[in-house]
């Protein structure tokens, strides 16, 4: 029988009995667990550095490989068409001078005379050579987004080889438009998905 003890919280125990000292709580393992996969993943890794920053900035104009939602596809559509649109006009501009000249030339000239000559006043200055290599970049991004938006909707981008058949291009063109700009990927995964492209709340 335990007796009370005025002065003092709770009871004491009797001569020969003792308290069972407190334990503490059992930590579970997965208290710290490592952050998962996925964008996440490259916002906490510890070992950040610019050249992975670069790399992963570069994947989301020119990687072929997981999904982009409609969002996504617009926002670097419009960026791409931006900087096509400023290249061209830089090219149009630097090849000015040449083509006026051509034209005041261009009666004497064979046809084919006319095309190399073209071909030349487009892209024979050093303006010109950087504004065509920087064009052919900016096409392989235009090709990375149209296969990357086909893989949303869990749809080969090899489909897309049919933009490059004569007559057939111009019906599947207009097909790719409304359903890559317009149609909601798949929802949840699918099987084009990997760690860096998981689908998205807002699509």
């Given at each position: 029988?335990?007796?009370?003890?005025?002065?003092?919280?709770?009871?004491?125990?009797?001569?020969?009995?003792?308290?069972?000292?407190?334990?503490?709580?059992?930590?579970?393992?997965?208290?710290?667990?490592?952050?998962?996969?996925g964008p996440a993943a490259f916002?906490?890794?510890?070992?950040?550095?610019?050249?992975?920053?670069?790399?992963?900035?570069?994947?989301?104009?020119?990687?072929?490989?997981?999904?982009?939602g409609r969002m996504e596809y617009?926002?670097?559509?419009?960026?791409?068409?931006?900087?096509?649109?400023?290249?061209?006009?830089?090219?149009?501009?630097?090849?000015?001078?040449?083509?006026?000249?051509?034209?005041?030339?261009?009666d004497q000239m064979s046809e084919?005379?006319?095309?190399?000559?073209?071909?030349?006043?487009?892209?024979?200055?050093?303006?010109?050579?950087?504004?065509?290599?920087?064009?052919?970049?900016?096409?392989?991004?235009?090709?990375?987004?149209?296969?990357?938006?086909?893989?949303?909707?869990?749809?080969?981008?090899?489909?897309?080889?049919?933009?490059?058949?004569?007559?057939?291009?111009?019906?599947?063109?207009?097909?790719?438009?409304?359903?890559?700009?317009?149609?909601?990927?798949?929802?949840?995964?699918?099987?084009?998905?990997?760690?860096?492209?998981?689908?998205?709340?807002?699509?």
């Amino acid at each position: 029988m335990q007796r009370k003890q005025f002065g003092r919280r709770g009871l004491v125990p009797n001569t020969g009995q003792s308290w069972a000292s407190p334990q503490p709580a059992a930590v579970t393992a997965n208290a710290y667990q490592s952050a998962p996969e996925g964008p996440a993943a490259f916002e906490d890794n510890d070992s950040f550095s610019v050249g992975k920053a670069l790399t992963h900035g570069l994947s989301i104009f020119f990687s072929f490989k997981g999904r982009l939602g409609r969002m996504e596809y617009w926002t670097i559509g419009f960026i791409r068409f931006f900087i096509d649109m400023v290249l061209i006009s830089t090219l149009v501009w630097s090849a000015y001078p040449a083509f006026m000249d051509l034209m005041s030339r261009a009666d004497q000239m064979s046809e084919s005379a006319r095309d190399w000559s073209v071909i030349v006043a487009l892209y024979g200055s050093n303006t010109g050579m950087i504004c065509g290599s920087l064009l052919l970049v900016t096409a392989v991004s235009y090709w990375s987004i149209l296969v990357r938006r086909n893989h949303d909707r869990d749809v080969s981008g090899f489909w897309l080889l049919l933009l490059l058949v004569p007559v057939v291009n111009i019906f599947y063109g207009l097909y790719i438009f409304v359903v890559n700009g317009f149609i909601p990927g798949t929802p949840g995964n699918n099987r084009f998905d990997t760690h860096n492209s998981r689908p998205r709340v807002f699509d």
